[in-house]
């Protein structure tokens, strides 16, 4: 079975205005639904765990100011939390400046099996994926998750990084290619190690 | 290298992939570039394992939502006034000069104490403000804000007329304590007789040069020995919890009652049953610790789903602690039937498309999450008016019928952007195949096809 998340506008827009008008079920029930989504955005682009954590939770705090504010979000709310979750993201590199890429924690999938060798395989190609994410230039990265992380729309993930979609279009292409070739030199550096 | 027509045959794969096709379905619409997507799309889907561990993300949510409602419980910020618009015309301006004024002014007397010139407009502003909102919350900030004052007025020493409200917390001989200010209650003052230790009271004083504040009227709001309600002075917390004891009832953001003795105030509570900060418990326990399941009082509990109030949100499911969203059961309706959900359906579009509103939907069939929709699941839906290829209401079984029923369904059914998905699907890849390839646990076969030159099966579940 798939899960799939689509955009349901219709009923992310009710819930929307029922936040802006002080529904806290509501609000709730929006960190509910996009904590995770907006977790694991900012986290395959920081590396450090409890970073992360504290960048996507004030990405919600920010909606709350917002709601309070004159400038809440009208309409595709999750569009807008990808883009403070990124401002953020931008705001973190700035500040902090050098940007690892090496430490190769514990990210180990969540595996049903128990195969000690398959797990092996799977978290080193799990690591080798990410890490060669990380290789790649910030926009790549960005599109890439965009579109096939999160499985954002052509349209959407144009809203958020702020280009037309053409743009997105051909960026996407590359950065796939790209990906494609890091992997391959990740996966020798692996073999020689 | 990269042509038009190739980005669009990549970009376009992009979505049938992630509207749950196969990369064996791009290969068929797009033979021509075959070659080079195939090995594109395959390192596109690395990136979809590569979500946090679900126990990371739970771990982060859980601390992320303390982070959340500690910026909820954050006080308003202060309500800008209108801005000046200088193209009105002069009559129009001559108002909005007056208003300005008035508004202005009354930013001034915010900060301004009882005695001092302004103060009575600041209690204007202030009466306007609440008469506006009608926010028990507000009401509540502003007595906390009087209470301030008072304070401050005793600390210097100034004499001036106050009015406040609070519980009576000790009583001993003339001297009372409410909520946290001690006040001088002479025997022959208006209305001090009965009032008991527990009572919330409006009180009419004055502050002394001595720094005392002497009561001259004091007014039974509420006695003690009833159902206490949540008070926006937070009195029944025990005294020895914060030194500012009504910031905690200023911070409900969802309705709560006032202090004032309206007894229909009682309905407004049942409204808000998620406030379970245990801070409160010690009065409102009755009404709020209560998960809010098959109480058959009168007044009506949100999550009782055969009641006539559709509105999703009551449902308050997404609150983590003891409220149970199970109490719903399925129920179907004389002339509705199963229907079983595909890639593309959403649920507001399928209620739209069957005349129904989303909220039926939901409630019908026990749905809290109306974003979240597994492919398929069997929904209760009205019968379709035009078509008969639905599946019957006693559908248990997924075959190839259906497989057949339900791209007809696409065409019909679903206006959605989604709804070529299954077009091309045809014969050799069914529904199974799609399954297999987004979640990794079952091993099907097609999996060698989708995964080659990556890890097979490589699974964390993409749950997300």
New interface residues.
Partial sequence: ????????????D??LA?ARQ????????I???Y???I??FI??RVND?DQ??DL??EV??KL??SL??RNAPQHSLRGWLFRVARNQLNDHYGRTRHFSTEALEE???????TDPE?QF??T???ER??RA?RLLAPDQQEV??L???Q?L??QETADIMGRNIAAI??L???A??T??QV?GEVQQEYGRG | M?NQD???A??DS??RI???QTVEDCMRLYPRHAAVLR??LE???????????????EQ??T???M??EE??RAP??QKRTTPFRPYLNLAAAVLVIVFVATFGAGNAAQSSLPGDTLYGLKQITEGVQLSLSGDPALRASFNERRQDEIKQILAMNRVADVAFEGTVTVITGTTWLVDELPLQVAEQTAGAAGIAPGDVVRVVAATTSGGELKASEITLIETGDQPPLPTPSATLIPPSSTPRPTETATLT??PSPTVTNEPDATATITA?P?QTRPVVAVGTATMTAQPPTAVPSATPRPTRAPSQTPLP??T?T??PTPISPTVCATMQPSNWNGYRVQ??D????LAANRGIT?EQLMQINCLT????????DLLILPRASSTATHIPDDAGTIGTQEDNGSSNDNSNDTSSD?SSVDDNGGGSSNDNS??NS????SGGTDNSNDNSG??D?????S??
């Fill in positions: 079975m798939i899960i799939i998340v689509l955009p349901d506008i219709p009923a992310e009710r819930l029922l002080g529904d806290r079920d509501a609000l709730m029930r960190y509910e639904s904590f995770a989504p977790y694991n986290r395959l765990r992360a954590e996507a939770s919600f705090v709350v100011e309070r504010g990210w180990v999938p969540a595996s049903t099996d398959v395989i799977q080193m190609s799990v994926a990410r994410l890439l998750i579109r096939f992380g499985s729309s052509l279009k051909s996407q292409f590359r796939t290619a990906l494609r992997l | 990269a190739f980005l669009n990549f970009n992009v979505d992630n509207a749950g090995p594109l390192t596109g889907r690395l990136i979809d394992r590569l979500s946090a561990p679900s126990l990371e993300v982060a949510k601390r992320g939502r982070r959340l910026a909820l308003l910020p953001p969802t808000a998620t949100t009551r308050a997404l609150i890639v593309g959403t649920l507001s579009g989303l999450d109306p974003r979240f929709i597994v492919v398929g989604n799609n399954d987004g979640v990794d646990d990556v890890d099966n490589g699974g964390h579940g749950d997300g």
